[in-house]
């Protein structure tokens, strides 16, 4: 079993940034590919980006690129979103997740784990 929780999140206006945090518990945080979803009201979830185990690999979501950035520390068993130039449309709820495996994953039915989330609003 793993155990996430999210941080970081809050009121920001457009053009600014906010780092998430999610931090793990539970089996060792090194063997699992860490990704971020994020869900707006009456929409379904939406991947945002994932990193592989080791930190080697990303990926992200076309609507974020080049402006969020995923990253993770295994050593304090925690990944990291950090997001810049936010817009309005950024608002939503953040959820960090896991699943073990080598490879990334970019589909929400893939991950075997999920933290609560946490509230991003951007406002314009």
């Known amino acids: 079993q793993v155990q996430l929780v999210e941080s970081g999140g809050g009121l920001v206006q457009a053009g600014g940034s906010l780092r998430l945090s999610c931090a793990a518990s539970?089996?060792?945080?090194?063997?699992?590919?860490m990704g971020w979803f994020r869900q707006a009201p009456g929409k379904e979830r939406a991947f945002v980006a994932t990193i592989t185990w080791s930190g080697g690999n990303t990926y992200y979501a076309d609507s974020v690129k080049a402006r969020f950035t995923i990253s993770r520390d295994n050593a304090k068993n925690t990944v990291y979103l950090q997001m810049n130039s936010l817009k309005p449309e950024d608002t939503a709820v953040y959820f960090c997740?896991?699943?073990?495996?080598?490879?990334?994953?970019?589909?929400?039915?893939?991950?075997?784990?999920w933290g609560q989330g946490t509230q991003v609003t951007v406002s314009s």
């Open positions: 997740a896991a699943v073990g495996g080598s490879s990334w994953y970019r589909e929400a039915w893939e991950y075997a784990y």
């Open positions: 539970g089996r060792p945080f090194s063997s699992y590919a």
